[in-house]
């Protein structure tokens, strides 16, 4: 393993070393440290170790440990590393090699952990000897990989029964969404330093990538001892470690899926079906392709993208709601409930899923019941339908059950493909156009009439006139329309005429935005 001069300054951080000179070898890594004597051939991969005075000024470009300071014209064209005079050469020597044996072992016993195919736990066993803080590392999910030298000021993590590991509760995660300085980190590479604004301590972390997907992250937290320079070059060579390890494995254990999200996923794309495949998948969960379900189809925000916390909410919903079944399907999340043994509605789901809604500033689209699990496909629409109308209509919700918006569905629908004036009856356009000409009010007048079902009393009441008010106006639409009121089929086209008029405005309206 190489180690750089400020690794070994911080290792000697006692002996009062000072790093001068050239600072573009700082950082450079060396193998080991050699003894220098005037006249000698340079290794390039070794530091020179000499009395300050010793070295000769003609060497340019290598990295050297000095007691004392060596002349001006070695500190122009070399990086030194020097210590006091007081230190004598023998006692440099030794504790310089000590440095560089200890690595030597570090690196060794990391090499061995990781042919013997060790756990995470294991390989930040190992790391936390040289860190000293407090270390884990979690997944993209959230969950937690691995953690040694927890401290209860860190005790944010919840234990999972059913994945038998801890993760971040959801309203850290969401907090996460809103964090400028935590959004800023998820596009990282390399250590980088996390503020103590937020945990009030400050974090030395490094993302984990593998082919530009985001993998996860190893954190150090500042608690026992502070950071050094060293750590971040010394993180950066764990990392490496840990992507090895997880290159090998390729994350196998935290991105197993459930084979029936992966079944529910297809069978929406292509909307067929084998019936011994499924019957074999929900055999997994206990369920039957006739038990009761409905659909629920969940948009987050783009901040949830940033974080890389959609499978993470995936997995907390299948928590929170028993006898479910949740995936991400590209488009939005996908919860398939088994109403039968959950015993729960679609009305009492959307109850129960109303705050992580609000919190996670997610918006719900939910389908009706059906007891059949092949025509999942329509009903998966049915619940995007439901989110796309009900947004429409009433933007400030937070979820739209099917059943709601049916008529607004079907009203929708008609006018995206032809204006409310081509889908109207001609009726209401001529009540319009005499209204507007005699200042009456025969439209109003029919549209109350109809929809308080031909009520006399009841319409004469809203619209504050006399009975045989209302009578003569009735009398005067049939007059210059030729509509017969009597006639269901003539009423059912008139009101269905009037939501269209009214759908109409919120549908273009919601179109502009």
Request: with cysteine; proline share 3%.
């Amino acid at each position: 393993m190489k180690i750089s001069l400020v690794v070994i300054q911080d290792e000697l951080m006692d002996y009062g070393g000072q790093i001068l000179g050239d600072s573009r070898n700082r950082k450079r890594g060396w193998y080991q440290a050699r003894s220098y004597r005037q006249g000698m051939a340079m290794d390039g991969d070794c530091l020179h170790l000499a009395e300050g005075a010793d070295f000769d000024e003609g060497i340019s470009g290598c990295g050297l440990i000095s007691r004392g300071t060596p002349g001006a014209a070695v500190l122009a064209r070399n990086t030194v590393l020097t210590f006091p005079e007081t230190l004598s050469l023998l006692q440099l020597a030794e504790a310089v090699q000590q440095v560089f044996l200890k690595y030597a072992k570090w690196e060794a016993a990391l090499r061995q952990a990781l042919q013997n195919n060790a756990s995470f736990y294991e390989l930040f066993e190992i790391a936390e000897i040289v860190f000293e803080n407090s270390m884990f590392m979690h997944d993209c999910n959230f969950i937690e990989l691995a953690c040694v030298n927890r401290r209860p000021e860190e005790e944010l993590w919840e234990y999972d029964e059913r994945w038998g590991k801890y993760y971040l509760p959801l309203e850290i995660v969401n907090n996460f969404k809103i964090n400028p300085d935590y959004l800023k980190t998820m596009t990282t590479k390399g250590p980088k330093i996390f503020p103590d604004t937020t945990f009030n301590y400050r974090i030395l972390y490094e993302n984990l990538w593998n082919n530009g997907q985001y993998w996860g992250r190893i954190c150090i937290n500042e608690i026992n001892r502070s950071l050094r320079p060293s750590d971040f070059e010394l993180l950066d060579y764990f990392s490496g470690m840990v992507t090895e390890a997880l290159s090998v494995i390729e994350m196998t254990e935290y991105k197993q899926a459930y084979s029936l999200p992966r079944f529910l996923g297809g069978f929406i794309e292509t909307g067929q079906v084998d019936q011994m495949a499924m019957d074999t998948q929900l055999m997994q969960y206990g369920w039957t392709y006739m038990d009761t379900y409905f659909c629920a189809c969940l948009f987050t925000n783009e901040e949830d993208d940033h974080i890389n916390a959609i499978q993470y909410r995936c997995n907390r919903l299948m928590d929170q709601f028993p006898h479910s079944c949740v995936f991400y399907d590209g488009r939005c999340i996908v919860m398939l409930i088994n109403s039968t043994l959950s015993e729960m509605d679609s009305l009492t789901f959307q109850t129960q899923i109303a705050v992580i809604l609000r919190e996670g500033l997610i918006k719900a689209g939910v389908s009706t019941p059906f007891t059949d699990l092949r025509d999942f496909p329509d009903y998966y629409r049915q619940a995007m339908a439901a989110f796309d109308t009900g947004r429409k209509r009433q933007e400030m919700f937070w979820s739209y059950r099917f059943e709601d918006y049916r008529i607004a569905y079907i009203l929708q629908k008609a006018l995206s493909d032809l204006p409310g004036e081509l889908l109207c009856s001609k009726v209401i356009f001529i009540l319009q156009e005499y209204d507007q000409t005699h200042t009456s009010e025969l439209n109003l007048t029919l549209k109350t009439y109809l929809e308080n079902e031909r009520n006399l009393t009841r319409t004469s009441e809203l619209l504050d006139v006399h009975r045989s008010t209302l009578l003569y106006r009735i009398s005067r639409i049939e007059k210059l329309t030729g509509a017969d009121l009597d006639q269901p089929q003539v009423r059912f086209d008139l009101l269905l005429s009037y939501a269209l008029e009214e759908e109409s405005v919120r549908y273009f309206k919601a179109s502009r935005k």
